[in-house]
């Protein structure tokens, strides 16, 4: 399910009934506001993007994008170009969707293409490691790797998400010419080989996080699951939201910190580790 681009249009594609391109205007950009308000529901002064920033990255030549069904907007995304050590890298602070659409995937095969011609080969976002559908996304259909721990990335948050949590992120990698993306963006998610002797490094019991032995030494892959729905966990127990949050920090964050290289998504439930041997 890829686009073609359309030169004359300044990136235009079409994916279905989909229309994707790069966003120049000021109505463009408070159409973006509104969606992204929408779906986050921020405090007044806590939108995760302004429309002067929008306008002004978008002017500076960086990645601002929306996705239209039948003229109106259903997507969007806004990334920058930064650096990872001497290599240029699209970072892609902010990508939303509304459900049902496809946007999210067709807007992620749009931001691609850009960063391919551009000669970039990598593009990295954020994401709490504790959604299920948004790990499954990145690692199943897009086929990006979680390579960073990031405890309180963005500090206390208050929009109608994250409220009552903290802002723990994993740094999501794409590596845009590997072998298993190029799979993902033909529409055939990563399934994860697990081998017979994996380890339930965080397990889940009753709704509840259980840990398990990630320091066995004959425990090459290691499996950390996620709660069902963290963002229903939080409004009705937020006691349990908080244990599963401290056990996937500790456990997943150990494990990435130790060297230990996640390689996919498990039945849409756990991440699969690969500890060094």
């Known amino acids: 399910m ?3 681009m359309s030169p004359a249009n300044r990136g235009d594609a079409r994916v279905n009934d989909l229309v994707l391109r790069e966003l120049r205007s000021i109505e463009e950009f408070k159409d973006v506001f509104r969606l992204f ?3 986050w529901r ?3 002064d806590g939108a995760p993007v302004t429309v002067e920033m929008m306008r002004a990255l978008s002017h500076a030549g ?3 994008a929306g996705a239209y069904r039948y003229d109106r907007i259903v997507g969007a995304s806004v990334g920058f170009l930064g650096m990872t050590g001497a290599e240029r890298v699209l970072h892609s602070h902010i990508t939303g969707a509304l459900a049902g659409h496809g946007a999210g995937f067709a807007l992620k095969t749009h931001q691609r293409a850009w960063a391919l011609e551009r000669g970039l080969e990598r593009i990295t976002w954020t994401y709490d490691p504790l959604v299920r559908r ?3 996304f990145n690692l199943a259909k897009l086929g990006a790797r979680p ?3 990031l405890p309180s990335f963005y500090g206390t948050m208050s929009d109608g998400i994250n409220t009552g949590d903290e802002s723990d992120r994993v740094l999501a990698v794409w590596r845009l010419t590997a ?5 993902a963006v033909r529409g055939e998610p990563h399934r994860p080989v697990i081998p017979a002797d994996a380890v339930a490094g965080l397990g889940e019991r009753n709704g509840r996080p259980v840990r398990g032995p990630t320091d066995a030494s004959d425990a090459g892959t290691v499996l950390v699951a996620v709660p069902r729905d963290v963002e229903a966990l939080r409004r009705a127990e937020p006691r349990a939201a908080r244990e599963w949050r401290v056990a996937v920090r500790e456990v997943l964050g150990d494990l990435l910190r130790d060297g230990a290289r996640v390689t996919g998504f498990h039945d849409k439930s756990c991440y699969v580790v690969e500890r060094p041997p």
């Open 2 to 4: 890829s686009g073609v």
């Open 37 to 39: 308000d929408g779906i």
């Open 42 to 44: 921020p405090n007044p």
């Open 62 to 64: 960086n990645y601002v």
């Open 134 to 136: 948004n790990a499954y």
């Open 147 to 149: 390579e960073e721990y």
């Open 179 to 183: 072998p298993h993306v190029l799979a």
